[in-house]
């Protein structure tokens, strides 16, 4: 026998391999099914890519690939015997239980047993060898065997990515010294203190300056403001604002030039008033608050769960509940409403088999299979079936009836969409409202030339920009998926309350008393919206009609309203100590909404346009001083220019490519070169109109001329995208799109790859136009455009802009980091309750509570 299948399995031994470190063992769940060893049909392990699959879809694997070997996984449960008390025998060794599996905590370990079956199967004829069976197999088959069934389950212990090197502890970092400036920084509303950058700021750990970075590739950076700082000063370490975390941040040693670690980094970020120990001490184990003011949470808790409530369960198709995974109720809240949605349904549930046809041969890494994956298990039913109606009677014969709700794990979605993410990688808990745009942007990525279902949350804002001073105005549109409402605590209608508790609340800290009963505030609707239409101040605001820095105010309208409106309430915020806080209101949140008041009218009568004029380049104050006298020609940085010239590039080319990116050094200049040497004029002199107009020179204002803007967005911005390989135009149409914002127009090229013009027309009906019509009166209010209007703009569905609400998720604890979600989502008229795994009728949904509302459009009729 041992000869028969050493000849059966001869043709098949380079197919089976061995695992290795790092690689990942799916023997706990199907790549395309909730389906894993537990299941009927039991787990199917491809002996060479080590994933698994269900008795229906390992067929598909097979037919795909032609591998043929699998390994078989069984596990039996069942209910333990008796003794005769009445009681459980006392639990034994099993020897039976070999695989490396968490038990199912759906059965109570103390009344129930396992039994595990393992047997090797060949495709396509189904041969069976049971395991193990070390005589009769191949060596090299016996220690492939062995490995698979004593791997660890593929996300019950991930294994590092093998390319990561280890971070090392900065040498500077426990004799860093940091001076005593006073600097305090502030939770919010950071900017780098020597340009306008907002985004990837870094905080030098010595004196507290906080700087920008230098541009990457993926679209980030800044001016490496950082950087010249430390070459200036020697101060050798900065953290990166937007990484910390009570868990740590990202630091870097200037000195090192590497990222380190910093074993004092709360000692050092607590020096500017960045405390990390009270961020933590907001997060227990659980992920419950504690603080001694946790009181109005525990009715917050029970309001929004619906507790001491009789709630029934339901069950059947759309009724599925999701798995915690430990601080996932966020995830699950999210795709749950999605899921709500036809056209999510319709992608990715109705699209199933094509997608599973279609898939990569590793599907777990695949983000439309995993969608389309969860989103079957949410609406088929097969996970969501009641109880039996002889169960039923021996659990009341028992006296331990409860809901036969068990749920799905989303734990390969989890882990795909976290990846490479710093925060939902971590099992630490998350914001609802940032997961549910990470969702949008890689459903957005992941759509590129298909049915894209996010189109529905998209829409147009007008922003309009007035000059305090000059009283002109600018009109732009962006792309949007959510408004976000603020909450006017001074609009409350319980004022007078709020104001006693507060006096109560001071007296009792003064004299050392227990502190009042708190008071939540209760704020209309109508309050928070009118707070959302308000003008804001622009801040650092360049007005073109002075060419200097002015007051400005900006106010923002629907330039088209979505299908299904997105409404975040926004009740976090941040204490003077880094610690995120949520304010404790309620907010009579309506069934109905009207917003129709809120389109936007584009440029009325009367109303002058600023002249659309760039900011003009800053220069360094040296390089600002010697350029006072030029009128012939401006100020090139010739440094540069000479090093782009040493490389072979013609020299007139080079001081041309050093001019349009604005004096930022080689690198920025060599990618303009690459992206423009195919142009006729690349080696013809450089000409600007100041060189020969009689007009105003760059001496005649203290900060240079202003450029004219001429429709293009900047060209150092055009030149990194097209040296990453985009297409000119297709660069400039998406900075265009995203107001030259370099991130989004990154987001938005891959979003919208270049179409031929038959097929933008047809999308027509779904099309709004681009930044070139923003400026016209556009107070249209029907979902298609005319045909003499620009269709090459970011997609939308318009319509009216009349709304019902049709879901929310809630939130409960103090902030973000911890707490729980659940969601409520109104279904055939019934409101119901999703809380993790279990699903029910809502008796009371607490639409006052929310954080997150979802609207769907009401038909015109």
Partial sequence: MAADLGELLVPYMPTIRVPKTGDRVFKSECAFSFDSPESEGGLYVCMNTFLGFGREHVERHYRKTGQSVYMHLKRHVKEKATGAAGGAIPRR????????????????????????????????????????????LPALVTIACDAVLNAPSAYKKPEPESWEEEIQVSRHARSLRQLDNGVRIPPSGWKCQKCEMRENLWLNLTDGTLLCGKWFFDGSGGNGHALEHYRATNHPLAVKLETITPDGADVYSFEEEEAVLDPQISDHLAHFGIDMLQMLQKRTENGHHTDNNARPRVSEWEVIQESGMKLKAVFGSGYTGIKNLGNSCYLGTVVQVLFSIPDFQRMYVGNLQRIYDYSPLDPSQDFA???????????????????????????????????????????????????????????????????????????????????????????????????????????????????????????????EELLAYETK??????????????????????????????????????????QAKSAGVKTSRFASFPEYLIVQVKKFTFGVDWVPKKLDLAIDVPDFLDLNRLRATGLQAGEEELPDLMPPIVLPEDTRDNSMGSVDSPEIDEVAVMQLAEMGFPLEACRKAVYYTGNMGPEMAFNWI????????????????????????????????????????????????????????????????????????LDWIFTHPEEEESDVLSDMADTEPNDNAFSNANSHSDSTLSPDRETSGPRVKDGPGRYELFAFISHMGASTMSGHYVCHIKKEGRWLIYNDHKVCLSERPPKDLGYIYFYHRLSSS
């Fill in 505 to 546: 609340r001071r007296d009792a800290e003064e004299n050392m008393k227990a502190p009042p009963e708190p008071v939540r505030a209760r704020i209309p609707f109508t309050a928070c919206l009118q707070a959302f239409t308000e003008p804001d101040n622009v801040p650092d605001f360049w007005s073109s009609a002075l």
């Fill in 674 to 745: 690459i992206a423009h040497m195919e142009e006729p004029d690349f080696a013809e002199p450089l000409a600007l109109p100041s060189m020969m107009d009689p007009g105003p020179s760059i001496s005649d204002s203290p900060m240079g001329a202003a450029t004219p803007l001429a429709n293009s967005p900047p060209e150092e911005s055009i030149a990194i995208l097209t040296s990453m390989g985009f297409p000119r135009s297709h660069s400039i149409q998406a900075l265009k799109a995203t107001n030259n914002n370099l991130e989004r127009a």
């Fill in 369 to 495: 299979t995993q969608m389309a994956k969860l989103g079957q298990g949410l609406l088929s039913g097969q996970h969501s079936k009641p109880p039996m109606k002889s169960e039923l009677i021996e659990q009341v014969m028992k006296e331990e009836y409860k809901h036969q709700q068990k749920g799905i794990s989303a734990r390969m979605l989890k882990a795909l969409v976290g990846r490479g993410h710093p925060e939902f990688s971590s099992n630490r808990q998350q914001d609802a409202h940032e997961f549910l745009l990470h969702i949008i942007n890689l459903v957005e990525r992941n759509s590129a030339g298909s049915e894209n279902p996010s189109d529905v949350f998209r829409f147009l804002v007008e922003e309009r920009i007035q000059c305090c001073q000059s009283r002109r105005v600018r009109y732009a549109e962006r792309v949007d998926y959510c408004i976000q409402l603020p909450a006017p605590i001074e609009a409350a209608t319980n004022r």
């Fill in 93 to 136: 060794r099993n020897g039976k239980v070999f695989l490396d599996l968490e038990l199912n905590r759906d059965f109570n370990g103390e009344d129930y047993e396992y039994e595990d079956e393992a047997k090797l199967v060949i495709f396509p004829d189904h041969f069976e060898i049971p395991l193990p069976n070390i005589e009769e």
